[in-house]
Nanobody, 124 residues
Framework: QVQLVESGGGSVQAGGSLRLSCPSSGYTSSEYCMAWFRQAPGKEREGVAAIYTRDSSTYYADFVKGRFTISRDSAKNTLYLQMSSLKPEDTAMYYC?????????????????WGQGTQVTVSS
């Protein structure tokens, strides 16, 4: 059973930075995709960024390109999301997700495992 636990959320002013962490356990396959999603009140959950464990290739949603960086420490089995130049519209609950054989990284149905989420609030 894969377990994911997010941390690092908080409140920050526009232009600030935060780093989210998601240590994971319970999987050994190299064919996983690890991703960050977010969900604002009244909106659908949307993909933010993803990284494939087999080759460390990364993917980003257009609305975070150049501001957010996804990374993974394989020794610690921990996924990170470095967020910079934060905007009020980045306010949401952020979720860590893991899935095997993910084809479309931004689709929620591709992921079998989810964390409980960590809240990010950006004030103007």
């Amino acid at each position: 059973q894969v377990q994911l636990v997010e941390s690092g959320g908080g409140s920050v002013q526009a232009g600030g930075s935060l780093r989210l962490s998601c240590p994971s356990s319970g999987y050994t396959s190299s064919e996983y995709c690890m991703a960050w999603f977010r969900q604002a009140p009244g909106k659908e959950r949307e993909g933010v960024a993803a990284i494939y464990t087999r080759d460390s290739s990364t993917y980003y949603a257009d609305f975070v390109k150049g501001r957010f960086t996804i990374s993974r420490d394989s020794a610690k089995n921990t996924l990170y999301l470095q967020m910079s130049s934060l905007k009020p519209e980045d306010t949401a609950m952020y979720y860590c997700a893991a899935g095997r054989w993910v084809g479309s990284w931004a689709d929620t149905y591709e992921y079998n495992y989810w964390g409980q989420g960590t809240q990010v609030t950006v004030s103007s």
